[in-house]
């Protein structure tokens, strides 16, 4: 059965550093997205994209944050300076486009900022 | 999209049924409702959604009464590996298009031998 995938599965950083969080989406999907959860939190949404471009963020998502696809195949979330509050699970999730909410999420990428 | 609420955390035993309510007052018309499973560290995963009456597929069924305002998930036969988040989650979809999800803090399912 085809699966989100994403790397790493961990991450540490330091506080204003860049990273770039990696998802290999299910390859005939339309839309993807990220979310994120901070430990013992609620999932939040922060942005959807589709056609190259995103459909929608979150507060969240403010200028630190930016999202690519830059070959077809990877979707990259990427934080320019990390802030400690920036330490959560990061989940990528696709969907096929149809009239439907059951997106599949990946195992997730834990990011922890010191 | 619609408010709702659902139980914090409930507890069962293997083997047991259970139903998990999730209360959804102000339901618009064009709402359809989901449910995610998440297990620890893990990314949430789609359980089931429906619009109105019953849905049933291989792993729960979905009850939703003809006022709208609530449903009901249903876990046959629960076993210790079906111990999760359950979260409700309603609002409407664009045809085609994409769907944020919304999630709420869930309900802690603790199923114990």
């Known amino acids: 059965e085809p699966e989100v995938t994403q790397t790493p599965s961990h991450q540490v950083t330091q506080m204003g550093q860049e990273v770039i969080l990696r998802c290999v989406p299910i390859?005939?999907?339309?839309?993807f997205y990220w979310y994120r959860q901070i430990l013992g939190q609620k999932v939040e949404f922060l942005v959807s994209?589709?056609?190259?471009?995103?459909?929608?963020k979150s507060e969240i998502f403010d200028d630190q944050f930016s999202v690519e696809r830059p070959d077809g195949s990877n979707f990259t979330l990427k934080i320019r300076s990390t802030k400690l509050e920036d330490s959560a699970m990061y989940f990528c999730?696709?969907?096929?486009?149809?009239?439907?909410?059951?997106?599949?999420f990946g195992p997730g990428t834990r990011l922890t900022v010191t | 999209l619609a408010k709702t609420t659902q139980p914090i955390s409930m507890d069962s035993y293997e083997g047991q049924e259970v139903n998990i309510t999730c209360s959804h007052n102000?339901?618009?018309?064009?709402?359809?409702i989901t449910w995610y499973q998440q297990f620890p560290s893990q990314g949430p995963r789609f359980i089931i959604q429906?619009?109105?009456t019953k849905v049933t597929n291989e792993v729960a069924s979905l009850f939703i009464p003809a006022d709208r305002k609530s449903s009901t998930l249903s876990l046959p036969r629960v076993s210790l590996s079906d111990t999760a988040v359950y979260y409700c989650?309603?609002?409407?979809?664009?045809?085609?298009?994409?769907?944020?999800?919304?999630f709420g803090a869930g309900t802690r399912l603790a199923v114990h031998p």
């Open positions: 102000n339901i618009a018309t064009n709402d359809y």
């Open positions: 429906g619009y109105k």
């Open positions: 989650l309603v609002g409407d979809m664009y045809p085609g298009g994409y769907n944020k999800l919304i």
């Open positions: 390859s005939n999907h339309l839309y």
């Open positions: 994209f589709y056609n190259n471009e995103i459909s929608e």
């Open positions: 999730a696709s969907s096929p486009g149809q009239d439907s909410y059951e997106q599949y």
